[in-house]
């Protein structure tokens, strides 16, 4: 009952629906999606990156919990799913998607960047880890998710059970960021590095 997600944002609905509609399986759990909207709430006037936006259910999260004065900038690859967002949430000033390699935006972006980073696609996660903590500000927040063990990985994605766990030792390792671990939604870390 503690974990329940009363009040979603209000178009989570309609990005729910047409992520069914493409055969999008991987959006964001609302346990997460609150957590975002919590974390960006404390970041006022922040900026805010997202790597997969997917069809923006995690946006949408995120908008909601972030100030008038707070940007987010969200990296998808694969336009049809980024499209529904831009559809979606695009008209929201706060918000600007991309349709590109998240890897390709990572590499140009100048350190301390951004206050709070969600990574939830292989760029910035599993690949170019250290490139894309070094964007954090004194102070900023990493959160990641989808780290509890599923039983479609190895069937789907041979070897990931072995990624995630050297993610977590790798982050563990860190002296600059202070981490906590949730056995929570689909398994998080979120990480800050002291400011």
């Given at each position: 009952m503690l974990d329940m997600v009363v009040t979603p944002p209000a178009i989570l609905q309609s990005i729910e629906a047409e992520t069914l509609a493409l055969g999008f399986t991987r959006s964001c759990k609302y346990q997460t999606g609150s957590l975002l909207r919590m974390l960006a709430a404390t970041k006022p006037g922040g900026m805010l990156l997202e790597l997969g936006t997917g069809t923006g259910c995690g946006s949408a999260w995120l908008l909601?919990?972030?100030?008038?004065?707070?940007?987010?900038?969200?990296?998808?690859?694969?336009?049809?799913?980024?499209?529904?967002?831009?559809r979606l949430l695009g008209t929201d000033r706060r918000a600007t998607f991309l349709v590109q390699d998240a890897a390709d935006f990572l590499r140009v972006q100048k350190p301390a960047s951004f206050d709070l980073i969600f990574a939830d696609t292989t760029a910035g996660k599993f690949m170019l880890l250290a490139e894309t903590l070094a964007l954090l500000k004194p102070g900023g927040l990493y959160v990641i998710d989808d780290l509890t063990p599923q039983e479609d990985w190895e069937r789907d994605m041979p070897g990931h059970t072995e990624r995630v766990e050297a993610l977590v030792e790798t982050l563990e390792r860190r002296a600059d960021l202070l981490l906590t671990r949730m056995n929570w939604s689909s398994g998080l870390i979120v990480a800050a590095r002291p400011g």
């Open positions: 909601e919990g972030m100030n008038r004065t707070a940007r987010l900038i969200s990296v998808e690859q694969e336009e049809r799913y980024s499209l529904v967002a831009q």
